[in-house]
């Protein structure tokens, strides 16, 4: 039974380099080629919004922790 738990591992690889093509072949047939650039785009600035949030948070976490030292 342990020797089947352990050989479970392969569920979280990474897909290698066929999985990865497959994926985006997907991809492209659901989205298209023109919607792809916009799709890239949102994810873009989804991922700057949440650094500048994350970027903000570590300001008033270090402006409280300076007026607590002083």
């Known amino acids: 039974?342990?020797?089947s738990v352990l050989n479970c591992?392969?569920?979280?690889a990474m897909?290698?380099?066929?999985?990865l093509l497959f994926i985006l072949a997907v991809i492209?047939?659901?989205?298209?080629g023109k919607k792809i650039p916009q799709l890239?785009?949102?994810i873009g600035?989804?991922?700057k919004e949440f650094?500048?949030?994350?970027?903000?948070?570590?300001?008033?976490i270090g402006k409280d922790?300076?007026?607590?030292?002083?």
């Not at 591992?9 to 979280?12: D, E, K, R, S």
């Not at 492209?28 to 298209?32: E, I, R, Y």
Request: hydrophobic share 35%.
């Open 40 to 42: 890239m785009g949102g």
């Open 51 to 60: 650094n500048e949030g994350k970027d903000h948070v570590k300001k008033e």
């Open 15 to 19: 897909p290698g380099g066929t999985e």
């Open 9 to 12: 591992n392969f569920l979280f």
């Open 65 to 70: 922790l300076n007026k607590k030292e002083k």
């Open 1 to 3: 039974m342990i020797q």
């Open 28 to 32: 492209l047939l659901f989205f298209g």
């Open 45 to 47: 600035r989804g991922i």
